[in-house]
C-alpha cells in the first residue's frame, strides 16, 4: 500500500491519527506499518456503540446431553469407531494458542509456562502428552496438529517448540498458523497505537480460528490428507482428552456436525457457558443469560435441564465449517484494558478497562450448525484450566488435578 492510500482509508473512517508518528521512522517500519494498515479492517469500529449491548437471542430450549452412563454402556462400540476414523486419517486437531501468559506473571506465550513442582512440565507439554495417548490408543497413527498462535506470540511458540523437539511428536505433523488480529479502540472508536509504527490489535476471537485456516490456505491441507472431523481446544485445560477415541466414535456414530465436551454444573449459578437450543438451533447460552425459571427446570429425569458446561472442546464436521464458512458471524465487543502510547508517544499500560476489542466466539458458530452432540466427560478427570496463577481456575488447581490423575509433575 501506497501512502496516498493509506492516507486516503484512514481518512475513510477517521483514523487519520495512526500516521502521526510517520516522518519519524525508519523506511522498514514505514514499509510495516502501511501493510498493517492495508490489512486492518477499521469497518468493525463502528461497533463501539454496541458495548454493553447483548446481541439479540433466540427462544432458549434444553439439549440433552450423552450422560456418562450412556457413553459407559457404548464405550468399546464408539472407541472402535473413533480408533478407525483415526487410523484412516480423518481426524485432525487445533490448539487454540494465541494467548500470553500476563495473568500468570508471564510474558511469555501462555503454553511455555511451567506447571511443574518437581521437574519442569510445561503446558504446552502437557498437550502433547495427552495428545499421544490417543496417538497410543490408535496404534501409533499420527494426528495432524494445526497450532494457532497469534502475531504477537508466533514466532516464540514456534522457536519453543523447535527447542523442545516438538516434545516427542513429529515435526512433519505439526503446523503453526496466525490467528487473525482485529483493532483495538478507544470508546469513540479510535485505534489504539501500540508503538509509534504499529496498530493495538487483539486476536478476533475463539470462532477466529477456521477462517483463520482459510486465510492461510490450510483447507488445501485438510482436502489433500482427507481429514473430515477437527478436534478444537484451548491451551490453558492441562487435562483435557483430545481427539479421544470414544469422544470422536460418539460424534461419528450420532450423524451430528459437531460435538461438544460438557461437564456437569457444579452449581445452577457456576460461570460457564451451558448447552443448549436456541430457535431450535444448537447454541450455548451464557451463565449471566440463565434465567431463574431455566435455572430451576428439570428434565424427565428430574435433574437440571441446563445442567452441562462447555469446556472449550468440540469436534467439528469439516464440510459443515467449510459450508457456514462464508457467513457473517455475530461481533462481540468486549471491554478490555488495552496497552498503548498516549498522544506524546509515551506508554500506556491501563489499570482498568479503557476500551474495546472485538471478538467472534465459537457459541455463533455452533448456532450455524445444525446439529449438536453434548458429550459429558468427568470433570475432575478432563477440566482442569488456567486462568489465574493462585485460587480457582488456576496453576494451584490445576496441579492438584494432575496429581490426582496420576501425573507426576
Known amino acids: 500500500m501506497k501512502l496516498e492510500e493509506a492516507k486516503k482509508k484512514l481518512e475513510q473512517f477517521g483514523q487519520e491519527h495512526v500516521l502521526k508518528y510517520y516522518d519519524e521512522l525508519s523506511e522498514a517500519q514505514k514499509e510495516a506499518l502501511l501493510d498493517q494498515i492495508d490489512q486492518t479492517d477499521f469497518a468493525i469500529l463502528e461497533n463501539c456503540k454496541n458495548l454493553g449491548k447483548g446481541g439479540e437471542r433466540g427462544e432458549f430450549a434444553p439439549l440433552a446431553a450423552m450422560q456418562l452412563s450412556e457413553i459407559e454402556a457404548k464405550k468399546d462400540e464408539f472407541t472402535k469407531i473413533g480408533i478407525e476414523t483415526i487410523k484412516a486419517g480423518k481426524v485432525a486437531a487445533v490448539l487454540l494458542a494465541g494467548g500470553m501468559g500476563t495473568r500468570l506473571g508471564s510474558d511469555n506465550p501462555k503454553g511455555m509456562y511451567n506447571i511443574g513442582i518437581t521437574k519442569t512440565v510445561y503446558i504446552f507439554q502437557r498437550i502433547i502428552e495427552n495428545l499421544l495417548d490417543t496417538v497410543n490408543q490408535a496404534d501409533g497413527s499420527y494426528i495432524h496438529l494445526f497450532i494457532m498462535t497469534s502475531e504477537k506470540n508466533n514466532d516464540a511458540t514456534v522457536a519453543f517448540f523447535k527447542e523442545n523437539n516438538y516434545f516427542g511428536y513429529p ?37 477466529g480460528w477456521f477462517s483463520s485456516m482459510l486465510k492461510a490456505g490450510l483447507d488445501e491441507t485438510l482436502h489433500k490428507e482427507g481429514i473430515e472431523w477437527i478436534d478444537i481446544f484451548a491451551v490453558d485445560n492441562v487435562l483435557q482428552r483430545i481427539a479421544d477415541p470414544c ?25 460457564v457457558g451451558v448447552m443448549c437450543l436456541e430457535d431450535g438451533k444448537p447454541s450455548i447460552v451464557e451463565y449471566y443469560e440463565l434465567s431463574q425459571e431455566m435455572m430451576d427446570a428439570k428434565d424427565a429425569n428430574g435433574d437440571p435441564a441446563y445442567n452441562y458446561g462447555v469446556i472449550l472442546n468440540y469436534m467439528f464436521n469439516e464440510a459443515a465449517l ?11 465487543v468486549v471491554e478490555k484494558k488495552i496497552g498503548h502510547i498516549d498522544e506524546n508517544g509515551n506508554e500506556v499500560k491501563p489499570e482498568s478497562p479503557n476500551g474495546c476489542k472485538f471478538e467472534q466466539l465459537v457459541l455463533d458458530m455452533i448456532h450455524e450448525l445444525d446439529s449438536c452432540l453434548p458429550y459429558e466427560v468427568v470433570r475432575e478427570k478432563e477440566f482442569a484450566p488456567i486462568k489465574n496463577k493462585t485460587g480457582v481456575d488456576s496453576v494451584e488447581s490445576a496441579r492438584e488435578l494432575c496429581k490426582k490423575n496420576g501425573i507426576e509433575l
Not at 181 to 207: C, F, H, L, Q, W
Not at 322 to 332: C, G, T, V, Y
Open 247 to 271: 469422544f470422536v466414535g460418539a460424534t461419528v456414530a450420532s450423524k451430528v456436525e459437531v460435538g461438544a465436551k460438557v461437564v456437569r454444573k457444579n452449581a445452577p449459578d457456576e460461570k
Open 322 to 332: 467449510e459450508r457456514i464458512a462464508s457467513k457473517q458471524l455475530p461481533l462481540h
Open 171 to 207: 515435526e512433519e505433523k505439526i503446523t503453526f498458523f496466525k490467528q487473525d488480529m482485529a483493532p483495538a479502540s478507544d470508546y469513540d472508536g479510535k485505534v489504539y497505537m501500540e508503538a509509534k509504527d504499529r496498530i493495538s490489535t487483539s486476536p478476533n476471537g475463539n470462532a
